[in-house]
């Protein structure tokens, strides 16, 4: 594995949509659609987690002459890029957590700063 992939909220959707089923293969704009991401931001994503060891990928087995359109290169968590990426959702968890009980515990709101 190579270093740590930077993980933007886009990347955290991805990876929460494939840690719902870990052992599946997904492809590239059937995981933009259902992250609600755009399509132009999922192959250079998915690239950089590939490189970073967290997924695999592969062709589909599928014929282009009979599914009518060119193979769809599928992708999966690797079992290190599970671990990473729940980890990495457990810490925003937590963040989000302490942050609303300190919100929670204020009386008044803070003025903001213009």
Do not use: N
């Given at each position: 594995?190579?270093?740590?992939?930077?993980?933007?909220?886009?990347?955290?959707?991805?990876?929460g949509?494939?840690?719902?089923?870990?052992?599946?293969?997904?492809?590239?704009?059937?995981?933009?659609?259902?992250?609600?991401?755009?399509?132009?931001?999922?192959?250079?994503?998915?690239?950089?987690?590939?490189?970073?060891?967290?997924?695999?990928?592969?062709?589909?087995d599928?014929?282009?002459?009979?599914?009518?359109?060119?193979?769809?290169?599928?992708?999966?968590?690797?079992?290190?890029?599970?671990?990473?990426?729940?980890?990495?959702?457990?810490?925003?968890?937590?963040?989000?957590?302490?942050?609303?009980?300190?919100?929670?515990?204020?009386?008044?709101?803070?003025?903001?700063?213009?």
């Amino acid at each position: 594995m190579s270093r740590e992939p930077r993980l933007s909220a886009d990347s955290l959707k991805v990876l929460g949509t494939m840690l719902e089923d870990p052992m599946a293969w997904h492809y590239g704009l059937g995981l933009a659609g259902t992250a609600g991401i755009s399509s132009g931001t999922i192959y250079p994503m998915l690239a950089r987690l590939e490189s970073a060891g967290w997924l695999e990928s592969r062709q589909e087995d599928a014929s282009p002459e009979s599914e009518g359109r060119p193979r769809r290169r599928l992708y999966r968590l690797t079992g290190a890029g599970e671990r990473s990426a729940l980890e990495r959702l457990e810490e925003i968890e937590r963040l989000a957590k302490r942050v609303k009980r300190r919100r929670a515990g204020r009386k008044q709101p803070r003025k903001r700063l213009a």
